[in-house]
Antibody, heavy 115, light 108 residues
Framework: QVQLQQWGAGVVKPSETLSLTCAVN????????WAWIRQPPGKGLEWIGE???????NSNPSLKSRVTISVDTSKNHFSLQVTDVTAADTAVYYC?????????WGQGALVTVSS | EIVLTQSPATLSLSPGERATLFCRAS??????LAWYQQKPGQAPRLLIY???NRATGIPARFSGSGSGTDFTLTISSLEPEDFAVYFC??????????FGQGTRLEIK
């Protein structure tokens, strides 16, 4: 059964870059899309973007210019970077497997933007 | 961007009762709609995909219906563990994939 384990800095200063990584264990890596989704405290869910094992990416137009999603197929990892963060980027960030819908999720990582 | 509007915002019911949750899309999403359950401090869990298909391991008391712009998630007889927040999600017209704002199902 696939497991997604994610990690990254919990506090990021305004205008700096948020970085998170997700490791995929126990399942196929190739053949799937891998996504990042976030949830501000007490609010709803926002799709950030996705990548496949070939490095093909898609991202939310509202974030596109600040988002980079990358993949390391040798480690079955994929990563998210969001540049020039503000308080509005404070959220729990989830990694997930899928494209049309997401059937496996990481545990979530709270990232707080604060000086 | 397709906007998904869920109703009601909060639903108060007792265990054993039937729950009906609604999701309306601002334009047709065909049957490309999913439902998730989220409990406090946990990641969302996929319940239903393609409007009416139960995900692996989801009990039969959960069912989905609808197409086009109007969708329903029904829980036939509420168990104590079903009280949570429920989100609908579409990916028919993207980017971006979008979510509804959620329905909170609470114990009456």
């Amino acid at each position: 059964q696939v497991q997604l384990q994610q990690w990254g800095a919990g506090v990021v200063k305004p205008s700096e870059t948020l970085s998170l990584t997700c490791a995929v264990n126990g399942g196929f890596f190739r053949g799937y899309y891998w996504a990042w989704i976030r949830q501000p405290p007490g609010k709803g869910l926002e799709w950030i973007g996705e990548i496949n094992h070939n490095g093909t990416t898609n991202s939310n137009p509202s974030l596109k210019s600040r988002v980079t999603i990358s993949v390391d197929t040798s480690k079955n990892h994929f990563s998210l970077q969001v540049t020039d963060v503000t308080a509005a980027d404070t959220a729990v960030y989830y990694c997930a497997r899928g494209r049309d819908f997401w059937s496996a999720w990481g545990q979530g990582a709270l990232v707080t933007v604060s000086s | 961007e397709i906007v998904l509007t869920q109703s009601p915002a909060t639903l108060s019911l007792s265990p054993g009762e039937r729950a009906t949750l609604f999701c309306r899309a601002s334009q047709s999403v065909s049957r490309f709609l999913a439902w998730y359950q989220q409990k406090p401090g946990q990641a969302p869990r996929l319940l239903i995909y393609d409007a009416s298909n139960r995900a692996t391991g989801i009990p039969a008391r959960f069912s989905g219906s609808g197409s086009g712009t109007d969708f329903t998630l029904t829980i036939s007889s509420l168990e104590p563990e079903d009280f949570a927040v429920y989100f609908c999600q579409q990916r028919y017209n993207w980017p971006p994939a979008t979510f509804g704002q959620g329905t909170r199902l609470e114990i009456k």
